[in-house]
């Protein structure tokens, strides 16, 4: 990303725009650093409950990725002289009251959760691309879930569904829950944290509401379109 000068608004100076961008970059791969973590964690324990042993190979590959994900993102942090504690720990607290409200019932529901909350992270990943320099793109790039991975729990999800048809109206109840809870954990922790405005750290608070608004639109029409590709009412 460019950062413009301060010809383009004389009552910002350049390096007041840098400085937000700066801000935002280490915001930003401290929640993701986080997050990475927590999901190796709760991944993990999830393995535990899996009701095969082919699904538990599934889980505990996905958690051996994230935690290799965490390493690649806290390096990173390294490089740019930051703390990855200290940049993670305005993160915790959220994250984990997160995962509190979502805390999955049983196995079915953990899976749903993997899936929709891993999807729509992944979405939130692709949108900010755009707005970020070329190395820390290249880094949100390496921590994002394969395709083989994300295509692996919509089958186990298709098949769990296909045997038992009595679960739909539970997890598609289950997914309503979790796309909102994760959506508004995004709009949480940019307010909390003024995490977004870097998006355009030469514009507004409105500009950056506009954004993050439209952000939000489209994470919730691509959620709709995996749940009915699991059968599943969004």
Avoid: N
Wanted: hydrophobic residues 40%.
């Amino acid at each position: 990303m460019s950062i413009p000068s301060s010809d383009a608004d004389d009552s910002v100076s350049a390096g007041e725009l840098s400085a937000r961008y700066d801000k935002f970059v280490v915001d930003l791969l401290g929640s993701i650093a986080y997050g990475k973590l927590s999901a190796f964690e709760r991944l993990s324990s999830d393995a535990r409950y899996s009701p095969t042993l082919r699904d538990r190979a599934v889980v505990g590959k996905m958690a051996v990725a994230e935690f290799g994900h965490f390493e690649i993102v806290c390096a990173r942090l390294e490089v740019m002289g930051m703390d990855p504690e200290l940049a993670m720990l305005p993160f915790q607290r959220i994250v984990e009251a997160f995962h509190e409200r979502t805390r999955p019932a049983d196995w079915h529901e953990s899976l749903m959760k993997a899936y929709v909350v891993d999807a729509i992270t992944e979405d939130f990943y692709a949108a900010i691309c755009a707005h970020l320099d070329a190395d820390t793109s290249e880094v949100v790039a390496q921590v994002r879930t394969s395709e083989q991975q994300r295509a692996l729990l919509e089958e186990r999800l298709q098949t769990m569904l296909g045997e038992d048809p009595r679960l739909s109206s539970r997890l598609a109840l289950w997914g309503r829950r979790l796309v909102g809870e994760a959506l508004a954990q995004t709009q949480r922790i940019g307010a909390q944290h003024s995490f977004l405005v870097g998006l355009s750290p030469d514009g507004t608070q409105e500009e950056a509401a506009a954004e993050i608004s439209a952000i939000l639109t489209s994470l919730t029409r691509s959620h709709s379109r995996r749940m009915s590709q699991l059968g599943l009412t969004a």
